[in-house]
């Protein structure tokens, strides 16, 4: 079964930035879009940035210039470059394929507040 590890989440500041990275213990980005998603306190899970097999990506009009989604396949690792945050990205960020094949992971917590 393919696992996921979440990592870089933390307390930031309002126009801040954070990294986020998800490993992933098998090699899946040959067949699989791989997106990161979130979810916030009492609303439910949203796909906010996807890339795609041959590098083109796609991002949440929320997220949309402010989120870069990139991965290094050497390492089987998706990363997410997050700038400019703002107080509703506060949520708990995960990583899947772009149809959520697999367990969740533990996700990691992003809190943007002053």
């Known amino acids: 079964q393919v696992q996921f590890v979440e990592s870089g989440g933390g307390l930031v500041q309002p126009g801040g930035s954070l990294r986020l990275s998800c490993v992933v213990s098998?090699?899946?980005?040959?067949?699989?879009?791989m997106t990161w998603y979130r979810q916030a306190p009492g609303k439910e899970r949203e796909l906010i940035a996807t890339i795609f097999r041959l590098g083109n990506t796609n991002y949440a009009d929320s997220v949309k210039g402010r989120f870069t989604i990139s991965r290094d396949n050497g390492k089987n690792t998706v990363n997410l470059q997050m700038n400019s945050l703002k107080p509703e990205d506060t949520a708990v960020y995960y990583c899947n394929t772009a149809r959520g094949d697999y367990r969740w992971g533990q996700g990691t917590q992003v809190t943007v507040s002053s």
């Open positions: 098998e090699d899946i980005f040959s067949w699989s879009p």
